[in-house]
């Protein structure tokens, strides 16, 4: 997947607002998910791997930026359909961001428009011109999981947790593919990488069960929680250290859940100005992703568009010896990727 991604299609102007227009009729009914409500709405089976909460089968989506304004695209073969455009130009009600897709908003127009063939040809970018924002934007809950994995805990020295550890991000966090952190220099120095799973939820859930948990799923999608360590471990709170600006990277797909066979079996890896830090598998998770979906939903109550980073593996600089430790700094440029859910790439300024 290409890493430089700065020019995108242009296309109609009043694409996105005339969108909004065609689609706003039905976003009332669909505001609690993509298949019509929370546990017990629909017959959905329950899952042991890989299923998609609702309708959203096959598609690979994402959010597109172009003039400051985010719009939503789907993967096809030939490229990345701009959908808000193609929506205007067809006259056909469809999800304007991933954040409407992942609720279920008009998901029956975005399937007649991918299967519109050359009538949207023209609004089908390369990937390797498209521009891309955060994966989603606007999540109820950023949901972080710590300490996750076996070979994680022991570089750190930290026993193997009984329960899944949370914390959280907030949605200033949240940057696209191609994006830049400008480091908060003045109050920190220790920037640190760490590579994810990220689970994007799909239906309301409130303590649903371990066998059912993924049925909940939208998609997954890749993530990196940047970590500042210095202000992470200054209090017994990591909040400080996890949340400044652009500490989430996220993208620049989300990949419906259909498509993943097993979120326990990916291999996942972190690069740091092309070296490998990090490369791992997720099956090295302590508790899988349908434990943490299951045990967060024991908790409080997930919503459609939620997300949960799931931990990170072995390889990050916190786990080196301290003084080997050679914190990330301006210029660097870092890749994340997960087995068939991309790259994700974004620089440090």
């Keep these: 997947m ?13 694409a996105v607002a005339m969108a909004a227009t065609l689609g706003e009729p039905r976003r009332a009914a669909a505001e609690e998910g993509g298949s019509g409500g929370g546990p017990g709405a629909g017959a959905q089976p329950s899952a042991g791997k890989g299923t998609a909460a609702g309708p959203a089968r096959g598609l690979t989506i994402c959010n597109l930026q172009r003039g400051g ?7 096809t073969k030939a490229g990345v359909l701009d959908v808000a455009a193609a929506s205007h130009s067809l006259r056909i009600a469809a999800p304007l ?20 063939g050359d009538r949207v040809k023209k609004f089908v970018v390369a990937e390797s011109e498209a521009s891309f924002g955060p994966a989603i934007t606007a999540p109820e809950k950023i949901v972080m999981m710590g ?3 076996r070979k994680h805990c022991l570089e750190v020295k930290l026993p193997i947790p009984t329960s899944p550890v949370f914390f959280n991000k ?13 480091l908060p220099t003045k109050v920190a120095k220790n920037f640190d990488y760490e ?30 929680d940047f970590s500042a360590r210095d202000l992470q471990f200054k209090t017994t709170q990591f909040m400080l250290g996890k ?7 996220l993208g620049p797909w989300i990949v419906s859940a259909d498509q993943v066979a097993d979120p326990q079996q990916l291999s996942i890896e972190c690069r740091v100005n092309g070296e490998v830090r990090q490369s791992s598998n997720t099956n090295d998770m302590i508790f899988s992703c349908a434990q943490l979906v299951a045990y967060a939903s024991q908790h409080m109550t997930l919503r ?31 890749s994340t990727e997960i087995q068939g859910l991309g790259e994700l790439t974004f620089t440090l300024a």
Excluded: H, M
């Excluded at 304004?69 to 993967?75: I, M, P």
């Excluded at 907030?170 to 400008?182: D, E, Q, S």
């Design 243 to 249: 949340s400044c600006d652009g500490f989430a990277p």
């Design 304 to 334: 459609p568009g939620d997300i949960i980073f799931t931990g990170t593996p072995e390889g990050v600089i916190q786990g080196k010896p301290e003084a080997q430790r050679v914190w990330l700094k301006a210029g660097d440029r870092l």
């Design 2 to 14: 290409a890493s430089t991604r700065r020019t995108f299609l242009k296309s109609a102007s009043g």
């Design 170 to 182: 907030y949605n200033n966090t949240l940057l696209g593919c191609g994006g830049t952190i400008r």
């Design 195 to 224: 590579a994810e799973l990220v689970v994007v939820i799909g239906r309301t859930a409130r303590d649903v069960s371990e066998a059912e948990a993924l049925s909940y799923v939208w998609g997954y999608a890749t993530g990196n």
């Design 97 to 116: 961001t991933t954040d409407d897709a992942v609720r279920g908003r008009d998901l029956d127009g975005l399937r007649q428009l991918l299967a519109a």
């Design 147 to 149: 300490f996750n994995y």
């Design 69 to 75: 304004q985010l719009s939503l695209g789907a993967r």
